[in-house]
């Protein structure tokens, strides 16, 4: 942001870092050197003034004891790179190392100052810090002489490394790597793409896979000029903030860091514009959340002076969309927050029927209660031939969710996901049933959340077919439109969780925004499906073909809980919502922990026992008081789950309910079911249970011969409820089971 003087100063993201480590008192020295700087760089008192032997570094004055390092990006363009000490700025300039990224075309910055007896200060080279040019395949030999061990890249050359986006100053430190400890110490300090490519590398990917998965993604799109400063501070791969009010709340620590500094990756899909329908995919933890509120955020400062609510930011579960609601507000302010229509997906299909006035009365029952339903109809007509989930899945998932109005739609509706064939008398059979069972639950003054949906779509649908025959009558006649003719809902639609909603919940969205550039944005993951939506999006009318992208750093969880969550999805197929396949190619974390402990014992009462000591072990309270909300316990079912909870409570530990709103309360150590585990993260994490028969439940198992694709969806989804609850944990992890292992634990834990 410019100053009166028409000076810009930007904040580097790692500068952010090192004042957010600085006292209070320093923190408001802090701001008030950048809001001096960008009023008069000038002034007597900051002492603004180049450093010797670099013509674009600067230093100015912050307080009595630090000082800013500035470097000089062009005109009356700053960038703040460091506030330290002023002895540490002035002494031995030559360990500061900036360029422009050939491959992002990004500003890179690198202290290489050594901190003590610091693993990165033993690998630096004795004297002067040189530069790339000297850091060829001899300091690996070099290595190899002084240390012993062969380094950890001596089989990969520089120019390898460069055309990967490696940064330039850091090969000669590169080629002294020879332990773990070592590369995990220098990608503290190296720029993010140069970490993320070394332990790609590290992990044995190949050039093709480390290109295509990490470098290719952050690519500028346009060719790089290295000496563009200006240019290169307005790509999304150099993370800076300017705004005057981001860096108040950054000081003040009321702003999370995702609020201020999105990942060149991220950046680009929030700021694209779009001539259709986008999706971005990607595992747990990659931001994809951060990428919708960030988007909502995007599109809203662009809309035109208004009270309505032009935008919708939807979901599909209730908790989720509370809590995208509170991280907008935080995110965008009330201002722009005003602007977008923040609900749930199917309080947005309960509102619609409202205001179209139909069935008030109706009372809304859970899917479970309609499978009775069916069970109880079936045995009173004496109907044998089909089972009551089989045909409350039919009606639910392709005559509601397709929104089929009649039996010949019905006839050539295709079937997604279904499994068992139908034959056109089958469907007729069928359809009579489903006749039947819409009536019994009319008559009972009930309905269901996919009837309601069903029915939200079809109006919307309705309300559209108007609205296009208006505009086509406007077009033949030449008059512009009356106040009368209908408008759509929407001019943009965010969907967070895409892979949650139905085929129902689609065409009611379609339906409510008008086909056009930057339409429709969805963000969500297939191998974190939990509920039986399968769909094809093309078929639904959201064309995504050639807008799709996918995001592969996790943020939340260390690459050894990665590894094992990962290990949990092997051999199973997952698709892309739009009838292709997907996997999670190129799912990484830089962060570094523990190996997950997997253990099993005898009996379900020894587990239980296993489960509280575990608690207890990470510091859980004990001697009833209460614990810090970092602990979770996870069960397959809420039988599990509450004799959990009784065992913690014998033995002293506060155990907290995680119900359908979440966490009853924010402390104690949490308890619930897989289910309930959607959306929420904790430090760390039992997952109990884990045992044959329970994950995957046993009653699939009666599909497995007379429907197996029933039986693979089934525990396909069982395995994406046990992914789930594996990636909830940021630091440590702990699969508990008793009796024999689940068959999705890795082979090593079966007798």
């Known amino acids: 942001m410019s100053g009166q003087g028409g000076v810009t100063l930007r904040i580097l993201e790692r500068a952010d870092k090192e004042i957010l480590a600085l006292s209070r008192t320093e ?121 012993g061990p062969r380094p950890l890249f001596a089989d990969i050359g520089d120019q390898v490394l460069l055309d990967l986006g490696v940064s330039e100053p850091l090969i000669p430190l590169i080629r002294r790597i020879v332990t773990e400890d070592e590369l995990l110490a220098l990608a503290d300090i190296a720029p993010q793409l140069t970490a993320d490519v070394l332990l790609a590398l590290h992990d044995g990917k190949t050039f093709e896979q480390v290109l295509e998965e990490v470098t290719d993604p952050v690519r500028a799109g346009e060719p790089v000029n290295p000496d563009d400063f200006a240019a290169a501070v307005e790509r999304p791969a150099t993370q800076v903030t300017s705004d005057d009010e981001a860096l108040r709340a950054i000081l003040a620590e009321s702003f999370a860091r995702w609020q201020v500094f999105l990942h ?30 960030h988007r909502a955020r995007h599109l809203a400062e662009r809309l035109p002076p208004g009270d309505d609510k032009p935008i919708l930011l939807t979901t599909f579960n209730r908790n989720l969309a509370a809590d995208l609601r509170t991280r907008l507000l935080a995110l965008a302010g009330p201002e722009l927050v005003a602007r977008v229509d923040i609900i749930n997906i199917d309080k947005l299909a309960s509102r619609i029927v409202a205001e179209a ?17 069916w069970r109880t109809m079936l045995f009173e007509l004496g109907e044998t ?36 064939a139908l034959t056109r008398q089958d469907r007729d ?20 959340w996919r009837q309601l949906a069903g029915r939200a779509a079809r109006l919307e649908l309705d309300r559209e077919a108007q609205i296009q025959r208006a505009l086509g009558q406007r077009e033949v006649s030449g008059e512009s439109s009356s106040g009368s003719t209908p408008r759509y809902r929407y001019r943009h639609i965010v969907v967070d969780e895409a892979q949650d909603l139905s085929a129902a919940h689609w065409k009611m969205l379609r339906a409510m925004v008008p086909a056009m550039a930057d339409d429709m944005f969805l963000v969500g ?93 990470w510091g859980a309270a004990v001697d009833g008081s209460m614990a810090d909300g970092s602990i979770a316990v996870c069960l ?22 995680i119900g359908p709103d979440g966490p009853k309360q924010h402390d ?18 039992i997952i109990g249970g884990v045992s044959a028969g329970l994950v995957p439940h046993s009653g699939i198992e009666r599909h497995q011969d007379t429907d197996p694709k029933r039986y693979l969806r089934e525990r396909m989804r069982d395995r994406s409820l046990l992914f789930v609850a594996a990636t909830r944990a940021r630091d440590e992890l702990a699969i508990f089971w008793h009796g024999t292992p689940s068959p999705f634990l890795p082979a090593a834990t079966h007798p």
């Open 429 to 448: 059979a069928v359809w009579r049933l489903a006749e039947r069972f819409e009536k019994r639950l009319e008559d009972n003054g009930v309905w269901t």
């Open 385 to 420: 031939r089909w089972e009551p989930e089989f045909l409350a899945a039919e009606w639910s998932q392709v005559i509601l969710g397709q929104v089929l109005s009649s039996r010949t739609d019905y006839f050539k509706a295709r079937r997604p996901g279904r499994g068992r």
């Open 525 to 617: 993951d297939t191998h974190q499906r939990i509920y039986d939506n399968y769909v094809t999006l093309g078929s639904l009318g959201v064309n995504i073909r050639g807008r799709s992208a996918k995001l592969t750093l996790s943020y939340r969880t260390t690459r050894q809980i990665l590894a094992t969550a990962l290990e949990l999805l092997s051999g199973e197929t997952y698709d892309d919502l739009d009838g292709g396949a997907e996997n999670l190619a190129g799912y990484r974390s830089l962060l570094h922990g523990g190996r997950p402990t997997l253990h099993g014992v005898g009996s379900w009462a020894e587990e239980q026992q296993l489960i509280s000591r575990q608690v207890r072990a």
């Open 264 to 293: 060149p990756t991220q950046r680009k899909l929030v700021e694209r514009r779009y001539n259709g329908p986008a999706r971005v995919g990607g595992g747990p933890g990659t931001g994809k959340t951060i990428v919708a509120l």
């Open 27 to 147: 923190k408001g020295a802090v701001y008030e050197f950048q809001d001096k700087f960008r009023r008069n760089p000038q002034s007597p008192g900051l002492h603004f003034k180049q450093l010797k032997g670099d013509s674009r570094l600067w230093s100015a004055r912050v307080g009595n004891d630090f000082r800013a390092l500035l470097l000089h990006v062009g005109a009356q363009d700053y960038l703040l790179l460091s506030v330290r000490n002023r002895k540490d700025v002035y002494d031995n300039l030559d360990r500061y190392r900036y360029q422009i990224n050939r491959v992002t075309g990004g500003i890179e910055v690198v202290d290489l100052s050594p901190v003590g007896d610091s693993i990165v200060g033993r690998l630096l080279p004795p004297g002067p810090v040189g530069n790339a040019g000297q850091a060829t395949e001899q300091a690996t030999e070099q290595a190899t002489e002084k240390h």
């Open 636 to 657: 397959p079912t809420r039988q599990l789950a509450g004799e959990v909870i009784q065992r913690l409570a014998e033995d002293g530990v506060t155990a907290v309910e």
């Open 357 to 373: 006035g139909l069935d008030s009365r109706r009372r809304i029952v859970d899917d479970t209660v309609a499978v009775d339903q």
């Open 668 to 685: 104690g150590v949490h308890v619930g079911t897989m289910h309930r585990f959607k959306g929420l993260e904790y430090r760390r994490v």
